[in-house]
């Protein structure tokens, strides 16, 4: 089983319409997690947090359920501009560990 | 925020030579440095973990003798790919962390191809 597994892409949806993207985790030992998003062959840049009581910020909300070591990501009213690569992140144990990152789902908005 | 540069963003060089990455933390300590690569269509894949003044820490697979790294000072970390080979080519991209809230900042990458 791979470390983080997400849904498999691309997502092309009209612009406006509501995405949710889903990502299951193995390691158990994982304490924090995050949404990036990636450009084309750009740095990843952080999304957002993703916290167990659930989190929203603007347009997009997170989910994490630890019983499940699952995590989703909502986005309501796409823009274009959200098209991008989003990349479920876990650390790989506790406090300053390094980043496991999913492969990412490729996110098309089309006008 | 938090800042960190990487340089150079992108570097062509022959099979056989070395090439040093620097990622620079400009406005925060970066007490840790991670070191990640991305191959085409794959996820970022952690190389090493950098702790300042110590001895880094490899995952398993990458090769401490090629990918030599170097964390002498709170805001610098080198990657040194030495004798570089195709298959070295990839996107090669640091992360800082500080210790006061564990926050990740990424530099902006570089490209490596190695012809």
């Known amino acids: 089983r791979k470390e983080v597994e997400q849904d498999p892409g691309p997502f092309n949806v009209p612009e406006g319409a509501t995405v949710a993207f889903n990502c299951t985790y193995s390691?158990?030992?994982?304490?924090?997690f995050f949404w990036y998003r990636q450009d084309c062959r750009k740095e990843p840049k952080l999304l957002m947090s993703?916290?167990?009581s659930g989190n929203e910020d603007g347009r997009f909300t997170a989910q994490l359920n630890r019983a499940s070591q699952y995590i989703s990501l909502l986005i309501r009213d796409s823009k274009l501009s959200d098209s991008a690569t989003y990349l479920c992140?876990?650390?790989?144990?506790?406090?300053?560990?390094?980043?496991?990152f999913g492969k990412g789902t490729h996110l098309i908005i089309q006008p | 925020g938090a800042v960190v540069s990487q340089h150079p963003s992108r570097v062509i060089c022959k099979s056989g030579t070395s090439v040093k990455i620097e990622c620079r933390s400009l406005?925060?300590?970066?007490?840790?440095m991670f070191w990640y690569r991305q191959f085409p269509k794959q996820s970022l894949m952690l190389m090493a973990t950098?702790?300042?003044?110590?001895?880094?820490?490899?995952e398993q697979g990458v090769e401490k003798d090629k990918f030599l790294i170097n964390h002498a000072s709170l805001t610098l970390s080198t990657l040194t790919v030495t004798s570089a080979h195709p298959e070295d080519s990839s996107f090669y991209i640091c992360?800082?962390?500080?210790?006061?809230?564990?926050?990740?900042?990424f530099g902006s990458g570089t490209r490596l191809t190695v012809v």
């Open positions: 992140v876990v650390n790989k144990g506790g406090g300053a560990d390094g980043l496991t």
């Open positions: 390691n158990s030992a994982s304490q924090s």
């Open positions: 993703v916290y167990s």
């Open positions: 406005d925060f300590q970066a007490t840790t």
């Open positions: 950098s702790n300042e003044g110590s001895k880094a820490t490899y």
């Open positions: 992360s800082g962390i500080t210790g006061v809230n564990y926050g990740y900042t």
